[in-house]
């Protein structure tokens, strides 16, 4: 561990490395994190499906591509199918756990996403799966630092789409009537805004923004059925650093998390990245309960 | 119901626990499990159903319980039995000083920030304990064999988890008539008045944790040997099997109440055992779905069901207007 730490001081390179890919990988968290704060901030709900819509943006994009389509496709078919999922899913249950206590929408999303891996499971099998994008690599500074074109072509997506979100909320009367639901749906509701279909219409984006990334991740990474947990956990911790209702932090804390991630699997070695991922989430969950609690805002 | 038929049904169910392994031969492991499942159910409800605050960690105490009684089996160069008691001994000790350490950082957060820390705790521990090699990292470990037949192991098992379940069970209903069971109840009802009122909550709340932690990290200690091996993701720390089933079972039984979780954990496991090898590798899509229903459609269980179908029976007046 120590000799890791002092083989970054010892080899700067190494170091630019080592950021760039936890940064250009944190992009990607940061979709997430954004549909995440979206259904947070509307609908009260804390989405653990999310991982989940990752993963299955990256097997439908891995699907097409036996298919013969070309992957990048992939980006707006993933979302697109996962808009109609997410609607669906809506309609069969999330709208029935929407104005129940938290815990409940909860459990019922954490079943959601047991049965979802084990489904993913039965369709593509419990291989890693990962696609070529056919884009080539970028050596830099004399070889000594790699960085692959389709990370970064991830990243910038990524960055983009969070920018035509943004403009969707902001211009968009359907992003109007989202905001004005999020702020008091009650009051939304009296101004003639169907919050109903707000809601699907909040889960059905969330869910398309996941399946945006999880084309991103198949090509960019790897996706497994498994392995949508830590994703949905570090939106989570994502959301929380940044707050409800912050775009542009959530894309600063995504890309910080991202280059935290890499850092600590290059010193602690890969295999408690995942470990890392859930500790952190108990840390930042304690200091964030410590910082509040002098000014008792933990009891909203 | 009344005291005196609980006592029936008590003496009833303690008859038919201790025959249940000599009448069906056939189904002793079975048996032995569902006594773990019963154990599993009672302490989850204490924290999720009693005091409200509900969590998806408590698989940790059961497995670090499992790893400290097999770590003494293997380092202590005891015989099998004074091993295997000195072991849950042992686990239970950390388990509870796991629970209080953790649960004085963890339990002044509320409602779902808790719930999703302890979500996070228990998939850490099964990470960090895959990947240290003193307890055998991914490849797990293996206590020391039952020091005859299977079968035998099975009855001594069988009891010794019935025994367990017993003991939780009694303690539990003795400890929700105190004082202490009336302050974690205030806790779930309305935790600000709780403490306006002068009740010390945090300290309540580790309490109580602490006891769930001590049946679970003894029933640990001993399940890893029944088991005879210990895989950290999925025996040990197994959130997406042990950890849901136990939360599940308590809310199926009806959350809150004493008898819910024993009959949650009942109806469960029976309906588990009879149709889970009918659906191999559909399992967790069935349990995603049961999870689903039963938090869509029947929160509140099957003895919160019945109390809110005949609340008469329960005690509760009916105003007649």
């Known amino acids: 561990m120590i000799d890791n730490i002092q083989l970054l001081f010892d080899a700067p390179f190494l170091l630019l490395q080592v950021a760039l890919d936890g940064i250009l990988f944190g992009a990607i968290f940061a979709i997430a994190a954004y549909g995440m704060a979206l259904v947070w901030g509307v609908m009260n709900v804390i989405n653990i499906v999310q991982g989940e819509f990752v993963m299955l943006g990256g097997f439908i994009t891995f699907q097409l591509t036996l298919w013969g389509i070309n992957p990048f496709f992939g980006i707006p078919i ?20 929407v104005d129940k206590d938290m815990f409940i929408s909860l459990l019922a999303t954490f079943g959601l996403s ?26 830099l500074f004399d070889y000594t630092v790699t960085v692959g074109q389709i990370k970064v072509v991830a990243g910038v997506g990524a ?66 059925p498994y392995i949508g947990l830590p994703y949905t956990v570090r939106s989570f911790m994502i959301v ?61 | 119901m009344n005291g005196r038929g609980q006592l029936i049904l008590g003496i009833v169910i303690v008859a038919a626990a201790i025959a249940a392994p000599l009448i069906f031969p056939a189904f002793r492991a079975q048996i032995a499990m569902l006594w773990i499942m019963v154990l599993f159910a009672l302490t989850w409800d204490i924290m999720g159903g009693q005091t409200g605050y509900n969590t998806f960690g408590n698989i940790i105490f059961f497995g670090t319980g499992m790893y400290a009684s097999a770590v003494l089996q293997r380092d202590g160069g005891l015989d099998y039995f004074p091993g295997l008691f000195l072991g849950m ?39 960090l304990a895959s990947g240290w090699g003193f307890i055998g990292a991914g490849s797990g470990m293996s206590p020391p064999i039952f020091p005859a037949a299977p079968d035998v192991s099975y009855i001594f098992f069988g009891y010794l988890f019935f025994g367990l379940a017993l003991v939780s069970f009694i303690v539990l209903a003795l400890v929700y008539r105190t004082r202490f069971g009336l302050a974690l109840n205030a806790i779930r009802d309305n935790e600000d008045k709780a403490e ?3 009740l010390k909550t945090d300290l309540y709340k580790v309490a109580a944790w602490m006891l769930a932690a001590l049946f679970l990290g003894l029933c640990g200690g001993a399940a890893g040997n029944m088991l005879g091996f210990i895989d950290p993701r999925d025996t040990a720390f197994a959130g997406a099997t042990f950890g849901v089933w136990m939360v599940l079972m308590a809310i199926l039984g009806g959350k809150g109440t004493l008898w819910g979780p024993v009959l949650g954990a009942f109806v469960f496991h029976v309906t588990q055992e009879l ?47």
């Not at chain 1, 109609?84 to 309609?91: C, D, K, Q």
């Not at chain 2, 004085?104 to 099964?126: C, K, Q």
């Open chain 1, 78 to 97: 993933a979302a697109a199918v996962l808009f109609v999922f997410g609607i669906a899913l809506y309609y069969v249950v999330i709208r029935r756990v």
């Open chain 1, 114 to 139: 047991i049965l979802l891996q084990q489904l993913m499971n039965q369709i593509w099998g419990g291989d890693v799966r990962t696609v070529q994008s056919g884009l080539s690599t970028w050596f």
């Open chain 1, 159 to 224: 960055l983009l789409l969070g920018l035509i979100l943004i403009v969707f909320l902001k211009k968009s009367r359907l992003g109007q009537a989202i905001r004005a639901t999020a702020q008091n749906p009650r009051a939304a509701r009296v101004l003639g805004i169907d919050t109903d279909k707000v809601f699907a219409a909040t889960y059905g984006i969330n869910a398309a923004l996941c399946g945006a990334a999880g084309a991103l991740v198949v090509m960019a990474y790897s996706v497994h």
């Open chain 1, 240 to 300: 929380i650093v940044a707050g409800l209702g912050n775009l542009p932090g959530v894309i600063m804390a995504g890309l910080g998390l991202g280059a935290a991630e890499n850092f600590a699997a290059f010193i602690l070695g890969a295999q408690f990245q995942v470990a890392f991922v859930f500790c952190l989430l108990v840390v930042i969950l304690v200091v964030r309960n410590t910082l509040l609690r002098r000014q008792r805002k933990y009891l909203k």
């Open chain 2, 89 to 127: 001994g042992l686990g239970a000790v950390i388990a509870v000083a796991l629970a209080a350490v953790l649960g004085s950082m963890i339990l002044r957060m509320r409602g779902h920030y808790f719930a999703i820390a302890t979500l996070g705790l228990g998939i850490a521990a099964g990470e």
């Open chain 2, 196 to 198: 306006a009122l002068g």
């Open chain 2, 275 to 321: 149709f889970w090898t009918y659906l191999l590798g559909w399992q967790r899509v069935a349990l995603g779905l049961i999870i689903v229903a039963i938090v869509v459609f029947f929160p509140q269980g099957i003895l919160g069901w019945v109390r809110a179908r005949w609340p008469e029976r329960f005690g509760h007046r009916i105003e007649t207007p």
